[in-house]
């Protein structure tokens, strides 16, 4: 196949599923995946995907990362490029676009226009995307029926698949790709299932297209396919937390012919999350202003903080011999090493597995960016060298009933049952939670497996999570960049999907 693949990628977020397709390269080391258009409608995730645009053209066209790139990410200057490379820049600006479908239909319109002007009969094309799922997730359907004022029916985030479609209908894509979360398959809009009717509106598309599994390779066929056949869990394919995610394939019939089945998802060696962050730099986080006994940072305050807090929970005598001596243990290991509050690091010699290590990895980066520790109430530095302590003794996260009074949280319905999990570390020897855009609040579900750190994951711990290259960078302040993180697809599980939408088009 000679001519590049013309790929759209809407509701794009910060580009995860693109990376995958943008980065895949062939036999003869090209990129045969182009962004046609990509469209996201938050300012810093679109602001994200403007600068990785603007980094594949300088890595297509084999041009060092200038310093302006990364200070540019850093904030300490206006523009990315030099004058050598702004025609690159303005190029990446004009193939993303910051809109939110269905809300606007002056750029809806000027939206269909960009993709029929620029759209080639004679090249393959691709759509992929995940329109928003607030209103399919089952935390957010959870909150919304505790609301009696939500109606579901006037819920447009029900029917932004729509707007998935009337693309479809304007590109006519040879091959597509969409992605939800699984509380699609058991969502409800006046009483039928929202997965049934998003299957026949993508099989009635007027291309005509035929569905299938990534998990199975199979052809969905009404009443035989079982939808869980849709669920690709992403840790059986090399990426380091459970993370399940509904994702169909869908393949334009050729003279209404179609295919029986397709090659499937190959499962991967599993990947743990020591193997993915392990070596990054040790870090300790900045005691925060809300603190009860300290609420300024220094070193001298966080280890007095420390010190104190944990001996005096050690002397309380409400901790069982087991846990007291494992304290203590992590107790020692507080070094000087380990005190920075961020870091930008050279790449430590790596021990990741190879397929994982390649994709994270990437060539052109000499530092590590966004490994920066949010700050925390030196309550929660107490909580955190706790639950990761009782971890390391009993192999499971600490619950509410677990906890010393010393350290209950000043909530009313702690002891409830409501708050069973509030606090979880992510285990170095297995695969993480699903990362969420609920990390954006706060570091409780995601905790470090390193007591002596006693902090919760960095956004390059996030993202290394979520199989994001090191080179990626995200933009927005740390709250923006976690939320980012958390709504993304894993690159490297789309560079996988990216393999066999190409093999198929061969």
């Known amino acids: 196949m000679e001519k590049s693949v013309k790929v759209i990628d809407i509701f794009a977020g910060p580009g995860g599923l693109g990376e995958g397709f943008f980065s895949y390269k062939d036999d003869n080391g090209n990129f045969p995946f182009d962004s046609l258009i990509s469209v996201e409608k938050d300012l810093h995730a679109h602001a994200t995907l403007t600068l990785r645009a603007f980094y594949r053209h300088l890595i297509k066209n084999n041009l060092e990362i200038p310093d302006e790139y990364y200070q540019y990410a850093d904030g300490k200057v206006d523009f990315p490029y030099t004058a050598a490379t702004k025609e690159l820049w303005e190029q990446a600006n004009k193939e993303t676009l910051q809109l939110e479908m269905g809300q606007d239909q002056k750029a809806d319109i000027e939206l269909f226009r960009n993709i029929k002007e620029s759209n080639d009969d004679t090249s393959p094309r691709i759509l992929i995307g995940g329109p928003p799922c607030q209103a399919y997730s089952l935390v957010g359907r959870a909150r919304n029926k505790g609301n009696k004022e939500y109606v579901p029916e006037e819920d447009h985030r029900h029917f932004l698949y729509k707007e998935y479609l009337s693309i479809m209908e304007i590109f006519s894509p040879d091959i597509f790709v969409m992605e939800n979360v699984k509380g699609m398959l058991s969502s409800k809009v006046n009483g039928g299932a929202v997965f049934d009717q998003i299957i026949k509106d993508l099989e009635c598309c007027s291309a005509g297209y035929s569905l299938y599994s990534l998990k199975t390779g199979k052809k969905f066929v009404s009443g035989e396919t079982s939808p869980k056949d849709f669920i690709l869990c992403s ?110 690091a050279e790449y430590n010699p790596s021990k990741l597995p190879t397929g994982f290590d390649e994709f994270v990895k990437d060539a052109p980066l000499l530092n590590v960016r966004s490994h920066e520790s949010r700050p925390h109430m030196d309550s929660d530095l107490l909580r955190y060298f706790f639950c990761a302590s009782f971890r390391g003794v009993y192999g499971r996260n600490a619950r509410a009933d677990d906890f010393p009074d010393y350290l209950a949280p000043d909530h009313k319905n702690w002891k409830s049952g409501k708050f069973v999990d509030r606090f979880k570390v992510q285990s170095f020897n297995s695969q993480s939670s699903t990362v969420t855009s609920h990390i954006s609040k706060d570091g409780h579900y995601f905790i470090h497996s390193s007591a002596e750190q006693c902090r919760s994951l960095t956004v390059r711990e996030a993202a290394r999570i979520q199989s994001f290259p090191d080179s990626y960078q995200f933009m927005g302040k740390r709250t923006n960049q976690f939320h980012q993180v958390g709504n993304a697809v894993p690159p490297l599980l789309a560079r996988q999907i990216a393999n066999i939408v190409m093999k198929l088009l061969k």
């Open 235 to 344: 840790e059986d394919y090399g990426i380091p937390q459970n993370r399940h995610r509904v994702i169909i394939l869908g393949i334009k019939k050729t003279d209404g012919q179609a295919l029986d089945s397709i090659a499937p998802l190959e499962h991967s060696p599993k990947v743990s999350v020591g193997d993915a962050i392990g070596d990054l730099p040790k870090l300790r986080s900045p005691l925060s202003n809300r603190g009860k006994r300290y609420n300024k940072d220094s070193l001298n305050a966080w280890k007095d903080n420390l010190l104190t807090g944990i001996n005096e929970l050690i002397d309380s005598g409400t901790l069982d011999n087991k846990l007291v001596i494992k304290m203590k243990d992590n107790l020692s290991l507080l070094k000087p090493s380990c005190l920075d509050t961020s870091s930008v």
